[in-house]
């Protein structure tokens, strides 16, 4: 059975957690910060984990993570 290639661009972006959860950075980071307050800013620097409902779907992108 040959091996499953890995979408770069996935494996890119996500990584495993210890007890194999995917983590995935936060969205809306990149432009029209100016009006978006301090708190939120601030909270969309950390990781989040990929929902359960989406996980299967990504597993298939890095089969090997």
Not at 19 to 26: C, E
Not at 30 to 53: D, F, G, M, V
């Amino acid at each position: 059975m040959p091996k499953i290639k890995t979408k770069r661009s996935a494996a890119k972006r996500i990584r495993a957690t210890g007890t194999g959860k995917l983590m995935r950075a936060k969205g809306w980071k990149k432009h029209l910060l100016e009006w978006k307050p301090s708190k939120r800013k601030r909270q969309l620097r950390k990781e989040t984990i990929i929902a359960p409902a989406d996980e299967k779907r990504i597993r298939r992108l890095v089969p090997y993570l």
